[in-house]
């Protein structure tokens, strides 16, 4: 298990760590996810020893103490957005470049080289030059070049943000299986929400220096906990509880101050223990399995909805600016922190 205790990080007088606690078991993918300059890259770097964390911060592998440890000795593999491949050598000599400074006998090295190349599929590409790659297979060399030291931990800093949307699925899908099949605790840092839902054992979402929320996808979608991540993953609509209780003319027995409802959890259509309400429709835009409507609600709040199936005919046959029934699934509805 990985330990992060009251770790912190200042850069000359901004404290961009505010002391991260976080547990990390052995084997899982997780993500670190949140919007830029909120600390994922520097509480990575951190933990794979190329940054210093302030006096205070401690970080624990499996109880024993590495916050002073050498990064060589750590035991973790990094890989890089850029990759950070040797161009002049081929995929092969990428991939066991770090088996031969370690000095493993050449069998060793067959051998682990042989494993991870099947594993990442690589072996029609093996003798390759690294320019005659495509930008999937060179990081697919990269993260093999990482795995076929064994490491504890494998980093992934935003890796894919080079490759295009389908390639991008796809690599997401083999890193998936490479993960699962070593069995290594690996870290991925990511600020798209898709890939971090998609991937995830569990989620780590950061916030201006903090963590707003860990935990599994479904967890963290259906019960964020504050306004940020609400907001942050998926589509919310956030209005103060006292709003919300105007607009249902009915109580809501949150503690917190805001409460939101997900875009999807608005229908035209009624539906079992639904709440019906009137609003005036103000925007509709087809994306098509879904659509995105806007409803006017006592000519001062905006709800936006996703609506699916015939409810999207339904809307089409409405004029903008006309009044329409909707209804909303009051079980839906989330109590979050500022
Ligand atoms: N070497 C440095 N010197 C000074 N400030 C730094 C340094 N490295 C990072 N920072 C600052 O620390 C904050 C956190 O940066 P970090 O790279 O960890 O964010 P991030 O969440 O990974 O963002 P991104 O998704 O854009 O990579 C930012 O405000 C950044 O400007």
Redesign the pocket.
Known sequence: MLELINVSKT??S?K?LKDINLQLENGKLYTFL??????????LRIIAGLENSDKGSQILFNGEDITNKESSKRGIGFVFQNYALFPHLTAYENIIYGLKVQKLSKEEIAKRADDIIGISRLDEHKHKQIGQLSGGQQQRVAIARSLVLHPNILLLD?PMSNLDAELKESMLESLMDIQKSLDVTTIY?T?DQKEALLISDEIIV?ND?NISQKGTNLDIYRNPSNTFVANFIGDNNILLKSEWEDIIKQKLPFTEKFVGLRNEHIAIKEKPSSHKLQGILKRKRLYGPYASIMLEIAGKYNLEAFISGDDIETIGNIELDSFVDFYIDASKFQGLRD
């Open positions: 850069f000359g901004s961009v949140g919007p830029s300059g909120c600390g994922k890259t520097t509480t935003e840092v600020h950061f220096g």
